[in-house]
Structure formats: C-alpha cells, structure tokens
C-alpha cells in the first residue's frame, strides 16, 4: 500500500478528469516561491503606525504605579496606553475565554493589559505607538513600572501544595478544577488483576513556533466607520466576534480577513489581548497600526503546551488482556484560562482509544502556575496520553514475559469491531464511538515496514560491536473533524469562473488545493478556473483552522454545495438547449453535450441566464444564480489512526539519542491529495521527534523563563530526521461523504512514546526506563548510570 | 539615532534608503526596498528564514545592518525567476511538494541557491549539511533535501 506521492506540474489534468484523490500541484506555491505571498508583516498601508508592548519581567508582582511621562515624549511617538487608558475603549477588560466547562472553579480571563498585578513573565502591562518598531521598543524600555514582586509557583503540584504562593492574589487556591473520567468495574478489575503495573510518568511538550509569529493590523475606514483587522490566527470568526463584543461593534461594523499564515500549529488558534488591544487602539486614535510578534514574544507569551504528571497503573488478565486502567493526572495550565479544559480533557479521553479497556478511571486536577497560558500545539493533549498508555503497555509486556507487538495484538480494538462505542463522552456529551479502521491491520503493516520480526539478530549484532539499537512501537488514534459544520459557498460567476468562500483557515496545510480538489470535479476540472477564499468573515457562520477538522468539516460542506451548483448550472443548460440536463456534463468552463451532440454553452452565459430577467421566469430553476450555500451538519468526530516503529542508537556514553529509521503505518481515510497527507505527517514527525527529545520550554522555580532563543530552545533540523518510510491505508468513513478523516495531528501523536520504547530496547540489558519526555542525554545518561551502565 | 540615505543594490536594481544605523538588512528589505518576499523568522540568526545572498554568499539579513550592504550585490528571492520562468531551484520545490506554509521558503531556496554557486562541486553529504543550517516547521525537511537534489543533482559517491 506503500503510493509513492504522484508529483510533477504537468499533473494537470484535462477536462473530465478527475481530481480528487490525487497528488495534484498546490494551488499556493507559485506566489509564495517567488516572493509574492502575502503574510500579515507584509501589509503595508499609508500612515501605519508600529506598536511595541511593556512587558512584565516578574512571574507575578503588583503593579504600584506606571510612568510614561519620560516616554511619552520620546522620538517618534504617538500615544501609550496603559490598561487604565484602555477601558474606556472596550466593554471589558478580559478577553473571555472560549470552552466554558461547569468544572472551573475561578474565573480567570486574560486581561487585555494587566491592570493590577501580573501573573506571568512577559504580561502587557501597557502598549506604545510610534513612527517605526525600533521607535516603539525603544519608548516601552523607557516606560517605568514600579512592581512589587509577589511570591510566584512554577510548577503544576507545587501550586497545588497547601502553602503554595498564590497565583492571583485574590485567589485563595490555585486549583482551577478537578473533573475525571470513569467508567466500569475499576476496583474489582484491580482486586482480581493478575499482574498490576505502575508507574509515573513527567510528560513536558513546548511552544508551537510557527516560523511566523504571530501579527495584527488594524486599520480603521473613516468613510465606512468600519474596522478591518488583518490577523495571522486560525480562528477569524472567533476573534471577530471578540472583536465585536469587546469594541461594542456590530456585525457589519468589523471585516477580519487571514493573510497569508506562516504556520499554526495551535497556538494561532486562541483569540489574543494583542488583537484586542491593537484593533481598539487604532480605532481610537483613527490610524492604522501594526503589531509583529517577535520570537522572544513567542517565547514569552504566545500559549504553549504544558507539563503533564501522571500517576497510573494498568490491572491486566493472565493472558496479557487489559483488565483496567487507573490513575491521575495533574496538569498545568499557566496563569489564564484560554481555551478552557480542552487539553487535559482530550488527554483523559483519548488515553484508551485505540484499546478494548473494560475500565477506566481518571482523576484530573489543572493546576495554575504563573507562566504563559497553555492551550493546544499540534496534537493537543493525544501524544501524551499515547505516551501513558503505550508505555504502559510495554510495561505490562515486560511483566508478563510478552512481546511489545503481540501485548498489542491482544489489546487492539478489532476491524470487525467498527463502528465501536466506547463508555466515553466527547466534550459537547455525545457518545465516542470509533468510526472505521483496521487497527491490527495498520500495527502489523508498520512492523513488517520496519523489520520486527528480524530486529533481535541485529540488536545481538550491534551490542556484539558495542552500539546499543533498539526499536520501539507506538498506536494512536487521532480525533479528526470536530463540529458541527463548517461553511461553504460555490457560486460561479458572470465571468464564468467558480468561487468557493469559507470560514475554513489555512495554516499552510494546503487547504485551497483541497478546497479545490473537492469542487472541481463536480464543476468542469479545471483548477485554473476556480479561486479560493479562505477565512471569509464576511459569512456570519465559521470557526477556523483546529482539530485536524477542515478538510472534514469544510471539504463536507464544499462537496454538497459543488453538487447543488452543478445541478443548478446543468437545469439552466438543459433549459437553454431544450435537452435533458443528463444529457450534458460540464468540461472546463463549459457546459457541453455529452450524447453525441456537440453544442455547448459557457458557464459564463449559464450564469448571465441563470441570474434571470425581469419580468421572465428563471429558466429550468426555482431559485436564482448559480451558488449554494452548505453547512452539513457532523456531530461525531472521524477517527484515524495509525501505528509508528522508531529505531534508534542510544550512545551509552553521553546519553545521546539518535533515531535512525522510522515506519509509519497510518489510516486517515480517503485521502484528497496523497502528498499533501504525507506532507502533513513529516511535519507533524519533525515536531513529535522535538517533542520527544529536544523541545523544553524551561522555567525556573521563580517563573523566569530560561530558553527564549533557538540557542537554547532546539527545533529539529534535517540533521536528525530519520529516514522515513510512510504507508497509507484508507478506510473511508461513513460520517461524511467523501469518506475522509483529518491528519494534521497524527504525524505527531505516536512519536515520543515509539523512541521511549526503543530507547527502553536499546537499553534492556541495563532496565532502563523512559517515562518522560523530552528525552535529553543528561537524564538518559543519569539513568544508565545508575542502572550501572558505563561507570564513569 | 542618526539617520543616513544611502543605496543599496538589489536584484541588479537600486534602492535609496534612509535609515537608522541599527535597521538591519531585512528590515530595510523589506520596509525601504519594499521586497517582502525576505521573511524574519527568529531575528537572532538561528532560524535562516531571512537568508538573502550577499555578493555570492547566503547571508542572515537579520544579523547584517543596512549599512553593510552598501556597495554589495544583494540578491532575494523576488530575483530568482526569469519573468514567468521559475528558476529550477523552484520548481523542483513545487514538484517535490518541498513547502507549506511557505514562510521560511524564500530562505531555504537563498540559503540552497547561495551554497552551490559558491561551491558546485559539493557533495550530497555537503549539501545535507547546507539545509540543516535552517529551520522549517512544516514539512519534515526530507521533500526540501529532495527538491534540492533534484534541481541540482550530485554525482554518486565514488565506490570505495
């Protein structure tokens, strides 16, 4: 099954042929290849202004006074505003946050500028407009902030120790919220067990660092008394309507529009107090502003994923079943809530998918620290819990004298299980029921990939020659194409020409590609002959770019909507020349006679006829214009899975780590575009192999952050990507029409946990065990010597 | 901060610029010769997002001042077509399905295009040395080694 991606510009097909299901070029890369691609940076206006932002350099103090006067008067600028200066501005002081839960105990909102205290390094406490950026940084160094340091906690159980300093001040506990997961006999499952494993498990994932940070303009229209806000975030609609609600605007009133985005990967899907605060700014001083984050600014402040503790154990038959799971995960949230509960809750959820687990019980408690929001990087809560229950497995694989492979096999949720409910609640409360997929089928197809079976005689050799390899297995599911809908419009033109507008957001992933992919073949194949507009705030409906869920949600409604406009074009045609409408088809920009008849009609003239004429019926249709407007309706999530084997070289010397070969196995369903699937899963790899050895955001215990350079942050370059041998299955699923699954998260999820496990079998002569990530060879050198490895 | 006028030559066409000494290189790219296509990724010379080449060398535009360029060839990416013609460098990115989100884009195909002119004899080994120097968060580098390769292909190794 192993489909090379079908490459090469001359792939464009003709008319007729169809375009869906092949790795046909993308639509974006001519523009951003020679330097014309449009990015929120490049967004150049008359009289644009720079904004820079005071920043706290405390964890947690108390703001006594702020001094601009001195700045205020410095060269270049134009106004600073403090949170005070601000309120008048907006309706609140707090961005809300999206994902309300019943379970949070204390509010705790972003402010659009601290006011009173701050509770993270790097909080905006007040915001400077001048002339040039090097004017406004220079003016927010000059700002003068009288603090008061407070005690500041950095770390998710000490904020949850009786002493503990508080995180606000006016909060009495930093307990956020406690809510669990449990279904089944778990006790009696435990007291019957015949083999019980334990363990705890430190799980760190970092920062998003999308090469492109984040970035707003705003840039008031005196002669409309409108706003328009260029924003590089996933989520338009949302920070449109706080937008709307924060400015006290109407619908109408405020036009969001998504540039270009230089990556995503979760954190561009929060609504910031940067946008806020410069949108009501700009509205405020009638100039147009802009804010470019810079990467310290990632480092600082754009959300990041957090520390994950888990204290479990697995209750197990004698012949290797799972009998139960139990434990609890305590998780740090940073200062704010964001995004709600959303990635301890996915983590809980998620932990048992791939595996017929009789019972469960998870206690999870979310902790506040005073360090930047956490909210969901690429993966979003999975590969941790795949890391718990994989190494879990390979635990109780080693307790029972079993294969990793074959503890597996045993476990697995079978093909002829599908579609299969499981005792779990997605977040909205509808039942979690596994769509389709052969997971055995995926496992076995990675293991004859990477050579399981022949891997014990190399590992003998390799030691035989003093290198320590190992190879390692993880399964994951991933939880693709969250609802309810997403919208789009088809319509074709008086010019002919096919437009598709949606709230669907790239983040680079290709989604006009697939856009397209997915509308033309019902409208003439031709890509030339359609433009794509993504991130449409102008439809009042939409959500954006999360979850693995456009080219679910999107590419649904694109399907429907493509449909109804053909079968639009070809009843005016069929009117048009007195034929009946199955006797035609549409080729390119034409509508042509497919039996034996050789007139045609231009979908140009299609439409001038289809928009009617006064005072005559529509001819051949009931509602005017050639367009549909579709948002189809899918409340249960598409689940694709898959099944990664790492190999590894352990240098028992210094601890290095070095993955050698990696097989993935996956299943996302029909696929619209192969080499962009495969596209998605190398990038989603890159950042699983950061996350499994290189990626710390480190704090210190004051809250300081320690690594806000790429000198001290390690992004994973083309040195240590391994070799890569990907292998696609598509099963489709019956949840939409197209039978297709997202894939955005998937490359990512299994990644830490396979290089524990190999780790583990590069090291087993010694017992080592990895349960943590990231992996750095300090801990892992710690750990084999004191397994009593390499005394020295 | 003094301000000075000063040229700067770019793509064979020339730019009066007046700034600051402290602008660097991309910033004045970019604000003063309004070429956008040079992105900044990190602005502390680790990511190579923002590599032009400079007098035949890739060149971080985000550790150069302004000032520096004076007098020098600047090339960017906006240079690198022939009008409607891609450079091969290009296409080969296309066709290798060697970038997403396209952001750091400009700066591997500089920091690629940079490396062989001043050396075209290096090896594949070489040039795999060459990409690491930048960073990209999308693609998993392996479609940009091969778009690489492809638009300059390497002469096998010789047997040993």
């Keep these: 099954m192993n489909e090379a991606p079908r490459q090469g510009s001359s792939a464009r097909p003709g008319a007729g042929e169809r375009l869906f299901g092949r790795a046909v070029p993308r639509l974006e890369d001519a523009p951003l290849l020679t330097g014309r691609g449009r990015f929120v940076d490049d967004v150049q206006l008359p009289g644009l202004l720079a904004v820079a ?13 702020i001094d601009c006067e001195g700045a205020r008067g410095m060269p270049g600028v134009a106004a600073i505003l ?15 946050g999206a994902m309300p839960s019943a379970a949070i105990r204390h509010e705790v909102y972003r402010p659009v500028l601290a006011r009173d205290e701050v509770a993270y390094a790097g909080e905006a406490v007040a915001l400077v407009v001048a002339v040039t950026r090097h004017q406004a940084e220079d003016a927010a160094e000059a700002v003068l902030v009288d603090y008061e340091p407070l005690p500041a906690v950095a770390d998710g159980r000490a904020a949850l120790a009786p002493a503990a300093p508080a995180v606000h001040a006016r909060l009495p506990d930093n307990l956020l919220a406690t809510f669990d997961f449990h279904y089944g006999e778990v006790d009696a499952a435990f007291e019957s067990a015949a083999h019980v494993v334990r363990a705890e498990f430190d799980l760190h994932r970092g920062g998003g660092h999308s090469m492109e940070g984040r970035g707003v303009v705003a840039a008031p229209d005196p002669l409309e008394d409108r706003l328009r806000v260029w924003s590089s975030t996933q989520t338009p609609h949302a920070l449109k309507a706080a937008l709307c609600t924060l400015l006290g605007r109407g619908e109408d009133d405020i036009f969001v529009s998504v ?3 230089g990556g995503g990967f979760g954190p561009k899907l929060v609504t910031y107090p940067e946008e806020i605060a410069v949108a009501a700014v700009a509205a405020h001083l009638a100039r147009p502003l802009k804010w470019i984050e810079d990467r310290q600014e990632h480092f600082l402040v754009s959300t990041q994923e957090r520390d994950q503790h888990w204290r479990m154990e697995m209750a197990l038959e004698a012949d290797g079943r799972i009998a139960g799971i139990s434990g609890a995960l305590t998780y740090d949230i940073g200062a704010y809530t964001a995004r709600g509960l959303n990635v301890p809750y996915a983590s809980g959820m998620m932990l048992t998918l791939p595996y017929n687990v009789p019972s469960y019980r998870l206690d999870i408690a979310v902790a506040l620290t005073n360090k930047a929001p956490a909210t969901p990087v690429r993966g979003a809560g999975q590969p941790q819990a795949t890391f718990v229950m994989e190494r879990l497995l390979d635990l109780a694989a080693a307790e029972l004298g079993l294969d990793r492979a074959e503890i597996r096999a045993r476990n697995l949720v079978r093909a002829e299980q599908m579609p299969c409910r499981k005792p779990l609640k997605l977040r909205g409360g509808t039942d979690l029921v596994l769509d389709s997929g052969d997971y055995p089928a995926t496992q076995s197809a990675a293991l004859e990939q990477a050579g399981w079976a022949g891997f014990a005689a ?3 050799e390799a030691r035989a020659e003093g290198r320590a390899i190992g190879l390692g297995l993880a399964n994951y599911v991933e939880g693709t194409g969250r609802g309810p809908y997403e919208t789009v419009t088809v319509r074709v033109t008086r010019q002919g020409r096919i437009r598709v507008s949606t709230g669907a957001t790239a983040m680079g992933q290709g989604l006009q590609t697939a856009m397209m992919q997915i509308v033309a073949d019902h409208l003439g194949a031709d890509p030339a002959n359609i433009d794509i507009h993504l991130g449409d705030t102008a439809e ?11 080219t679910v949600v999107a590419g649904a409604s694109a399907d429907a909507a493509a449909r109804a406009v053909r079968h639009k074009v070809l009843s005016v045609a069929a009117h048009k020349l007195g034929v009946e ?8 920009d034409l509508v042509v006679e497919t039996g034996g008849g050789n007139r045609s009609l231009t979908l140009a003239e299609v439409a001038v006829a289809a928009q009617g004429i006064a005072g005559f019926r529509l001819p051949g249709i009931d509602t005017p214009g050639l367009q549909a407007t579709e948002r189809v309706v899918i409340d249960d999530m598409a689940y694709s899975n898959g099944c990664a084997v790492a190999e590894v070289e352990v240098d028992r010397a210094t601890g290095g780590v070095r993955v050698t070969r990696l097989a993935f196995a996956h299943d996302c369903g029909v696929m619209v575009n192969p080499a962009m699937v495969e596209g998605q899963l190398m990038g989603g790899i890159a950042l699983g192999l950061g996350n499994a050895l290189f990626e710390r955001m480190a704090y210190d215990e004051a809250g300081q952050p320690l690594t806000t350079t790429y000198a001290d942050y390690l992004l994973v370059t083309s040195a240590e990507m391994p070799e890569v041998a990907v292998s696609h299955t598509e099963s489709p699923t019956y949840l939409n029409a197209l039978g297709v699954k997202g894939v955005g998260e998937s490359g990512v999820i299994p990644m830490a946990a396979a290089i524990a496990s190999a780790i583990d079998d590069a090291l087993d002569d010694l017992g080592v065990r990895v349960l943590h990530a990231p992996i750095s060879p300090q801990e892992l050198r710690a750990a084999i010597r004191a397994a009593g490895g390499g005394a020295r | 901060m003094s301000r000075e006028t000063f040229r700067l030559t770019v793509n064979g066409a020339s730019y009066e610029v007046t700034a600051p000494d402290r602008k660097t290189l991309g910033d004045a790219l970019r604000e003063d010769c309004g070429l956008t296509g040079t992105h900044l990724g990190c602005e502390h010379g680790v990511c190579g997002t923002c590599t032009v080449i400079v007098d035949g060398r890739p060149v971080r535009s985000c550790l150069m001042f302004a000032r520096q360029a004076e007098g020098a060839q600047v090339r960017t990416v906006e240079g690198l077509a022939k009008g409607d013609t891609l450079h091969p460098l290009q296409q080969a990115f296309i066709d290798a399905h060697a970038l997403q989100c396209g952001f750091c884009t400009p700066g591997f195909l500089m920091l690629i295009v940079g490396a062989l002119e001043q050396d075209p004899d290096m090896t594949e080994e070489d040039l795999a040395h060459v990409l690491s120097s930048n960073l990209c968060r999308c693609t998993g580098y392996a479609s940009i080694a091969r778009a690489a390769l492809a638009a300059y292909p390497r002469p096998a190794p010789a047997a040993e």
């Design chain 1, 53 to 65: 932002f005071v920043r706290s350099p405390f964890a947690h103090a108390r703001i006594r006074a």
């Design chain 1, 82 to 96: 403090t949170a005070d200066d601000l309120s008048p501005l907006l309706t609140s002081g707090v961005v809300a």
């Design chain 1, 259 to 261: 540039p270009d985005l």
């Design chain 1, 458 to 460: 190399r590992k003998d």
């Design chain 1, 540 to 550: 009042p409906y939409g959500f954006g770019g999360f979850n693995s869920r456009q």
């Design chain 1, 581 to 588: 409408a199955r006797a035609l088809d549409i080729a390119g």
